[in-house]
Each structure stands twice: as structure tokens, then as C-alpha cells.
């Protein structure tokens, strides 16, 4: 089955302790992104992957890292999460044709304490 | 900068059709139009997408104005299930664009009515 896969669903963390969220796509998709969905700000992105070893900031990627070393996985790495980062996080892949959907996770809820 | 705008919210009753309009007034010729769809407590889902022409899935409908500068979703009849917040997005189709880019935004929130 295709899909894209989030890991952990819910995370609760401690500021300044280090995180990553982990995503995996089976579809041998090029193209993977983050996004952070936060109340009334609707979804925004945070970094995306055009290929292996190349990403590329989005319009919120203060605070976040992104590594692409394999075409399946894309964690996202929060290296001292801070209150303000609480938020649903939402990983998505797809092929790079932009005539071609959007595949997105099933969500990661982040409280930062 | 929001490439799409979308009314916040509109409401409908159940088994009637809906549009819902989405204005891209700086559409560039290689972007196209896609739809998503979030439910509650999901992640966002692919609905359709389009250039030029209409489309149609077993999903919905989506009609592009002969100048590209507005779209419209139409769900043929409204269900319950189909109360969610609607994404209308450009994504380019140039390789190396703004393809990697994707501005979201919040959307259109459709509440159903039985």
C-alpha cells in the first residue's frame, strides 16, 4: 500500500531536549516537505527535499533541520525544541510533475513543555 | 506571500451541489491548480488537480476560468463526510521552478448541514 509514514503520533519533550521526527514514503517519490499546522495560521511549510542531499528552506524553517540521505526518508530534527514549536506537523511526498498529488502523513502532534 | 485566497468558510445542505472558488490572479503558465481536502483529525488529501481544462474524478469537479486567474471546486452532492477545510494550491510544473515551494494557506472550511 502507498503510503507515507510519520513517526512518533504524539511526542510530548521538555524544552531544549533534542527530537527528530521521523517520515518514510514507499513510493519512491523524489519530492518531500514538512509542514506545521498551528490554529487559524492554516498549514505552512517548513523545509522540503527536491531529491537525495538536496533541500531547501519553506516559509517557517526557523528552529529546524532537515536531512535527506536516502530517496525514502526525511526526518525533521528539532536541535533545542522551544514552547512555540508545539504545534501538528505533517510530512507529504509526491513525484516532482507538478501535474501530480500531494501524498501527506498522518500527522505528528509536538507539545513542547 | 499567499498565491491563492479562498473565503474562510462556507456552509451547505446535505445532497446539494457546492462550488467552491479559489482566485490565483497571479497564475503563472506552468502552474497547476491543485485541491486538497483535510478532515478532521487527518492529514490533508489529494482531491484533483488541473492546467487548463476542466477536470473531473469520482471525487469532484474542478473548473478553470478560461484566464486561469480563478478556480472552482464543485462537489456534485454535498455528504457529511465532505465537511472538512479545503486547500486550493499552485504547483508548478517547471522542474527547478517554485515547484518545491507550496503555499497552502488556511483554506476554505465547508460545514455541512443535514
Known amino acids: 500500500e502507498a503510503q507515507v509514514t510519520q513517526n512518533p503520533r504524539y511526542l510530548i519533550t521538555v524544552t531544549g531536549k533534542k527530537l527528530t521526527v521521523t517520515c518514510s514514503q514507499n513510493?519512491?517519490?523524489?519530492?518531500m516537505s514538512w509542514y506545521r499546522q498551528d490554529p487559524g495560521l492554516g498549514l505552512r511549510q517548513i523545509y522540503y527535499?527536491?531529491?537525495?542531499?538536496?533541500?531547501d528552506k519553506g516559509d517557517v524553517p526557523e528552529g529546524y533541520k532537515v536531512s535527506r540521505k536516502e530517496k525514502r526518508n526525511f526526518p525533521l530534527i528539532l536541535e533545542s525544541p522551544s514552547p512555540n514549536q508545539t504545534s501538528l506537523y505533517f510530512c507529504?511526498?509526491?513525484?516532482?510533475?507538478?501535474?501530480?498529488?500531494?501524498?501527506f502523513g498522518s500527522g505528528t502532534q509536538l507539545s513542547v513543555l | 506571500d499567499a498565491k491563492t485566497t479562498q473565503p474562510n468558510s462556507m456552509e451547505s445542505n446535505e445532497e446539494e451541489p457546492v462550488h467552491l472558488p479559489c482566485n490565483h490572479s497571479?497564475?503563472?503558465?506552468?502552474?497547476?491548480i491543485h485541491w486538497y481536502r483535510q478532515l478532521p483529525s487527518q492529514g490533508p488529501e489529494y482531491v484533483i488537480h488541473?492546467?487548463?481544462s476542466n477536470v473531473n474524478n469520482r471525487m469532484a469537479s474542478l473548473a478553470i476560468a478560461e484566464d486561469r486567474k480563478s478556480s472552482t471546486l464543485i462537489l456534485h452532492r454535498a455528504t457529511l463526510r465532505d465537511a472538512a477545510v479545503y486547500y486550493c494550491?499552485?504547483?508548478?510544473?517547471?522542474?527547478?521552478?517554485?515547484?518545491?515551494?507550496?503555499?497552502f494557506g488556511k483554506g476554505t472550511k465547508l460545514s455541512v448541514k443535514p
Open positions: 507529504a511526498s509526491s513525484t516532482l510533475a507538478g501535474g501530480y498529488g500531494l501524498f
Open positions: 513510493m519512491n517519490h523524489e519530492y
Open positions: 527535499s527536491m531529491n537525495v542531499e538536496v533541500t
Open positions: 497571479t497564475i503563472s503558465g506552468t502552474d497547476y
Open positions: 488541473g492546467l487548463t
Open positions: 494550491i499552485l504547483r508548478d510544473g517547471h522542474y527547478g521552478g517554485s515547484q518545491g515551494n507550496l503555499i
